[in-house]
């Protein structure tokens, strides 16, 4: 479920920012750019997840 929700997450994301900076830069919107950075960015985030160690709470 990690899984999806962060792809999920990634393309809306992606697609927002590839729309607003292509309308602001007068470029038509291209949603197969936006999809595949998605896919690169859900990869990046779930290898960063599981290569950073969880640390231990300091019981206070």
């Known amino acids: 479920m990690k899984i999806i929700?962060?792809?999920?997450?990634?393309?809306?994301?992606?697609?927002?920012?590839n729309y607003v900076v292509g309308s602001i830069a007068?470029?038509?919107?291209?949603?197969q750019a936006g999809a595949i950075?998605?896919?690169?960015?859900?990869?990046l985030i779930l290898v960063m997840g599981q290569i950073i160690p969880e640390g231990t709470v300091a019981d206070h």
């Open 26 to 31: 007068n470029v038509p919107f291209n949603f």
């Open 37 to 43: 950075i998605s896919l690169g960015l859900s990869v």
């Open 5 to 17: 929700m962060t792809f999920i997450w990634s393309f809306l994301l992606v697609s927002l920012l």
